[in-house]
């Protein structure tokens, strides 16, 4: 009996664990802008800096808010390659050089698939945001991205 009950809190707890750890409650949220042509559209980020927080990034979320997104930010600037796996959300990648400038976007990835996506060149951190936000707001590679990261 002691053998059942301790897996069935082990199960419980490796249930909970993705739903607990990716909640976006326990992490800190910034401010980023991106500025278009048409305007400035304002954003609550997530900062993924370290090994482990851009491994899992946004994996096992179930949703995410149309003003939230995450951004990863590598230490200089080299080629990046993304995937979606364990992502249940479509997102948007935006990819950025060290100046802020977009330099390219793969819009509504795929959930779940482990195609790499790739950013066509030496990129200092990529911004996902919901899938769908590069068409509705009209943003496009040479946009500038303004965050601390980028000053």
Known sequence: MVWRSL???LFAGVMLAPVHGWSGADR???PLTIRTSAGAHEFRIELATTNDQQATGLMHRRKMASDAGMLFVYPSDAPVSMWMKNTFIPLDM?????DGRITHI????VPQSTELIGSNGPVRAVLELNGGTAS???IKPGDRVIHRVFR
Not at 94 to 98: A, L, M, N, R, T
Not at 106 to 109: C, F, G, L, M, V
Request: net charge neutral.
């Open 106 to 109: 793969a819009e509504r990835t």
């Open 94 to 98: 935006f990819f950025i050089g060290s």
């Open 136 to 138: 509705r707001l009209g």
């Open 28 to 30: 800190q949220h910034e």
């Open 7 to 9: 897996i069935v809190l």
